[in-house]
């Protein structure tokens, strides 16, 4: 009896402890680094870049002739707000023509290349505690403010 209790007790502080685990979440998209591979500046242009690796996250983000790949990382943790834990970008600048003229490729240790806004929008209505969230849920109904 005693024995079955402890293992109760362990396997319930397990669950426990997992669920204050990170987790990961990508957004953005990066093509395959062989897809980018057989671009060449000078002959590819803007369609062709587009056929080839996908529409961009971003076009002329900061200049007017550019296509801009991003890619990132997040760790949220149980509490803890999200940090940003990898990011990759890929910058294909054209000249006026439209022909690929360059390809960069920055990541997170190359500093806030570009500026990645994380606003979040609130909802209407008033901001509910954690304990008022969870006894409306009991009842059916959220508790009168």
């Known amino acids: 009896m005693k024995r079955s209790r402890t293992i109760i007790g362990a396997a319930a502080l397990l669950i426990m402890l ?4 990170s987790q990961y979440r ?9 897809y980018v591979d057989d671009l060449v500046v000078g002959v590819d242009t803007r369609g062709s870049v587009a056929e080839s690796l996908g ?3 971003s076009g002329g983000l900061m200049r007017e002739n550019a296509y801009f790949y991003v890619r990132s990382q997040m760790r949220q943790g149980a509490l803890a707000r999200p940090t940003e834990v990898d990011r990759e970008v890929l910058v294909l600048s054209f000249n006026k023509q439209g022909v690929l003229s360059n390809i960069e490729r920055f990541g997170l240790q190359d500093g806030n ?22 006894i409306g849920s009991v009842g059916g109904s959220a508790p009168s403010l």
């Open 18 to 21: 997992s669920a204050c685990s």
């Open 26 to 34: 990508a957004h953005g998209y990066m093509p395959p680094k062989e």
């Open 55 to 57: 529409a961009p996250s």
């Open 113 to 134: 290349v570009i500026s990645l806004e994380h606003r979040v929008t609130k909802a209407a209505g008033p901001e509910l505690s954690l304990i008022r969230q969870i």
